[in-house]
């Protein structure tokens, strides 16, 4: 039988021998003497054959259509770096001022005359008409000589008043002076309405500038960085040691959140998700109360740099009562926006590919549901953030922060006992409304349910609205890029 050097098999004319694989090599060879003597070839030739097998094997292999053809030298990484972080700064800059008036709302203790100044506040939008300031304070004019001897005027000297004039007062067209706010530090601020962003964000104007609307800037930028990175490290670790894929490598992550149901083993990962989230919130606790105090304190009141806030701090962890709500305030958005595109693929069968449009909108509604989730404990989480204090060596240092801040902020009585003063304990005051009185005037009159206490429901979601301007853009965003597609940051 004829080998496969010297032709075709004729017992298998029509096999062809593979190409891929290093060619056989005869065991032995017969000598001219007709003696059969294995040849063994030398040591360097069998080693460039092999080298050369090498490389006709590894010929066939191309990956230039899956590779890039160079890779990125180290001024490109740079420039990318540093182009993301100047996108996400640029994103915080933008955001801040909402922020800063919707964590000022959040702290801020609620008064009885609240009522009274946001009824009022809505007549004078809706009629500016029916006030107008006082204007009769202005002494009058005196245009006769110096030296005529004055008939209708007491000879006695004249005491010179400490203050030269009066502060003017709102009245109505009656005459009649309305009710003005009591006398308070110059950095605070009298809020008419408890629940309007833009007159925070006015009054901080007039009274810090426009240092007063981007506090905490820097702190918030530094805040973000680390809690996006210490969050990947804490799921790669996780995933590591519970030998289940990474859930932020998994492809297909939605609006908000990320997508499990790639992952072989979908309820672990969520959970190290979950894990993840909760551990980078407990981790950077006192750096999220270094930002709500820059926030809530003037401008003027020390200290404001981040290194020297972090050092007043009495200690470099999560204090032990803030603990519960730091820990419902990290895990619970991530565990609702992770486990909706788990939901919404393996129960309702809706998909990113094949039903974008209902995709994206049920990532919408859920993402909505999840502010709706946070905003109560984000208010809880702020107002035990600015009661811790920041020295055990001075007793009366919590008072004193407490009357540093821009606002008068509401006391923390722990998740239910904080949710329970403000909606039923905290301001209230009796039903009023604005009405046409005589001559056009406004009147007040007051309500047949009588006197009401606290806030209500809607003291636990201050901020609702600029919150959910930031879903519809962030959505927006998302559905013009491709709908159902990967949502990175905003």
């Known amino acids: 039988m004829s080998s496969s050097g010297e032709g075709p098999n004729p017992l298998r004319p029509y096999y062809v021998p593979p190409s891929v694989g290093l060619p056989s090599e005869p065991v032995s060879n017969v000598s001219a003497n007709g003696l059969g003597s294995k040849i063994v070839p030398p040591a360097s030739s069998k080693t460039s054959s092999l080298g050369t097998s090498a490389r006709d094997i590894l010929s066939d292999l191309n990956y230039t259509d899956y590779l890039t053809d160079s890779s990125p030298s180290a001024a490109e990484v740079i420039r990318s770096l540093l182009d993301q972080a100047l996108w996400k700064y640029s994103s915080v800059l933008m955001a801040q001022p909402f922020e800063v008036a919707k964590t000022i709302l959040q702290c801020r203790i609620a008064v009885a005359q609240d009522r009274t100044k946001a009824a009022v506040a809505d007549d004078m939008r809706r009629r500016p008409g029916a006030y107008r300031d006082d204007q009769y304070d202005d002494p009058p004019s005196d245009d006769s000589d110096a030296d005529e001897p004055s008939y209708f005027t007491s000879t006695a000297p004249i005491s010179s008043s400490p203050t030269s004039s009066r502060p003017h007062h709102i009245t109505d067209r009656a005459g009649y002076v309305l009710p003005s706010p009591s006398t308070t530090s110059s950095h605070k601020l009298d809020l008419r ?5 833009l007159e925070v964000l006015s009054q901080l104007w007039q009274k810090e500038g426009a240092w007063g609307i981007w506090k905490g800037t820097n702190t918030t930028f530094i805040y973000s960085i680390l809690l996006k990175t210490i969050e990947s490290w804490a799921r790669s670790m996780l995933s590591a040691v519970l030998n289940v894929p990474d859930p932020g490598l998994l492809a297909g992550a939605g609006v908000g959140g990320l997508d499990v149901i790639d992952s072989p083993y979908p309820l672990a990962s969520l959970g190290v998700a979950v894990a993840a989230a909760g551990i980078a919130g407990v981790l950077l606790a006192p750096l999220d109360i270094v930002r709500a105090r820059l926030i809530l ?14 050092r007043s701090l009495s200690y470099l962890m999560c204090p032990l009562e803030l603990l519960p709500v730091t820990l419902l305030n990290s895990t619970i958005p991530t565990l609702l926006t992770s486990s909706t595109p788990l939901f919404l693929r393996s129960r309702l069968g809706v998909d990113p590919i094949l039903t974008p449009t209902t995709y994206s909108i049920a990532t919408f509604l859920s993402s909505s549901l999840e502010l709706f989730l ?19 060596k001075s007793a009366s240092i919590s008072e004193k922060v407490a009357s540093d801040t821009v606002v008068n902020v509401g006391p923390y009585r722990g998740i239910v006992g904080t949710m329970w003063n403000i909606v039923r304990e905290e ?19 007051k309500g047949n349910k009588g006197c009401r206490k606290g806030q209500g429901v809607e003291g636990l979601w201050r901020g609702w609205r600029v919150g959910m301007w930031g879903l519809v853009g962030v959505w927006g965003a998302a559905a013009l890029g491709g709908a159902g597609g990967k949502g990175g940051e905003f």
């Open 193 to 197: 309405r408890p629940d309007s962003l």
């Open 297 to 310: 304190t003037p401008t003027t009141h020390p200290p404001r740099g981040l290194i020297s806030s972090l």
């Open 374 to 392: 946070r905003l109560p404990l984000e208010t809880v989480l702020r107002r035990g953030q600015i009661s811790i204090p920041i020295d055990f």
């Open 427 to 445: 301001g209230g005051g009796e039903e009023i409304e604005i009405v046409v009185g005589m001559d056009g005037a406004p009147a007040v009159r």
